[in-house]
């Protein structure tokens, strides 16, 4: 069966494009997300086998959303997909529980070896 | 020209500065773009009246598109990707598939992301630079005249008797027949808290 997975980013286009790229690579995308918040409340609802979180958002950013989303399942496979590659903040990103951290512009590529590593 | 704790040699760094984080910017957008070659210009500084503003991004009444960020970490900045309409229409048919029905939010949406991706770009090298974190507020548009450009500028940025320090660079994408401004004003205190990081005196 086709692993789920939520996508959360504040741009429209940028969910557009993972949602391409995911749906091309035989993932099931069940929900997506434009804020922390709704991250939370849309993992809470699907419950995917896969989220993809970007950082700066609106209203609840990503690293709160991770820290969230892991309180809420431990177990949750969480890949973060940024422009904002600071050292301080991969670090803060991988200790909140994000298993990767991709940097915007990325290939297509990056992406799905990313999910693969998370889901096999 | 700049008032006299702004020397010679802090132009120089705040220009080595902007040419290193403005380079990482052009890279990113080459990326973007599928690896098109992304020329960009040696950075000004330069101490600007705010009513000359509109004249460096076009004219006050020629229709700019910009993006624009706060940096809201250790130091304080406001950030400006800015683009004719023209050179924004060929970035969104670029980066979107083709027979994409586009409306307002997803064009807007392309150039917002466009905008974060070149402005962490920007914001990662400096944060290298000076060994500290520089966090950006989500995207925000600025779609209108230069004129109300300035608007925005003047709201956001710290400017002392009618003056503010930008940091100008313009890039050139000669393939897709693109131009645009990267734009960077320091806000109160961020200089002075910039050259501290660096251990400049
Ligand atoms: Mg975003």
């Known amino acids: 069966m086709a692993k789920t997975a939520l996508i959360t980013d504040d741009t429209a286009f940028m969910r557009m494009t993972l949602r391409n790229i995911l749906e091309k690579n035989g993932y099931k995308v069940v929900a997506e997300a434009g804020d922390g918040k709704e991250a939370l409340e849309k993992y809470k609802q699907h419950k995917p086998d896969l989220v993809t979180m970007d950082i700066t958002m609106p209203n609840v950013d990503g690293i709160t959303a991770i820290k969230e989303i892991i309180a809420f399942d431990p177990e949750a496979k969480i890949i973060v997909v940024s422009a904002m590659g600071q050292k301080a903040l991969v670090i803060d990103a991988l200790n909140a529980g994000a298993k990767d951290f991709v940097v915007k512009p990325f290939q297509p590529d990056r992406i799905i070896e990313a999910l693969q590593k998370l889901v096999g | 020209m700049f008032e006299n704790n702004l020397d010679h040699g802090k132009i120089d760094i705040i220009k080595e500065l902007a040419n290193i984080g403005m380079g990482n910017s052009t890279t990113a957008l080459s990326a973007m773009?599928?690896?098109?070659?992304?020329?960009?210009?040696?950075?000004?500084?330069?101490?600007?009246?705010?009513?000359?503003?509109?004249?460096?991004?076009?004219?006050?009444?020629?229709?700019?598109?910009?993006?624009?960020?706060?940096?809201?970490?250790?130091?304080?900045?406001?950030?400006?990707?800015?683009?004719?309409q023209p050179s924004a229409d060929k970035v969104v048919n670029f980066l979107l598939p083709k027979e994409t029905k586009v409306d307002t939010e997803l064009y807007n949406s392309v150039l917002m992301e466009a905008g974060n991706i070149m402005i962490g770009a920007y914001l990662n090298a400096l944060?290298?630079?000076?060994?500290?974190?520089?966090?950006?507020?989500?995207?925000?548009?600025?779609?209108?005249?230069?004129?109300?450009?300035?608007?925005?500028?003047?709201?956001?940025?710290?400017?002392?008797?009618?003056?503010?320090?930008?940091?100008?660079?313009?890039?050139?994408?000669?393939?897709?027949e693109v131009e645009g401004s990267i734009l960077i004003v320091p806000c109160s205190g961020s200089l002075e808290k910039m050259f501290s990081l660096l251990g400049v005196r």
């Open chain 2, 33 to 84: 773009l599928g690896e098109q070659k992304v020329a960009m210009d040696v950075p000004e500084v330069s101490l600007v009246a705010l009513q000359d503003v509109p004249e460096l991004l076009g004219g006050a009444d020629i229709p700019v598109i910009g993006t624009y960020f706060e940096s809201r970490g250790e130091l304080r900045l406001v950030l400006f990707f800015v683009m004719s």
């Open chain 2, 127 to 176: 944060s290298q630079l000076t060994n500290s974190t520089l966090l950006s507020t989500p995207p925000k548009m600025a779609a209108d005249m230069a004129g109300a450009v300035l608007g925005t500028i003047a709201a956001e940025a710290m400017i002392v008797d009618d003056q503010l320090i930008l940091l100008k660079t313009n890039i050139k994408v000669s393939e897709l």
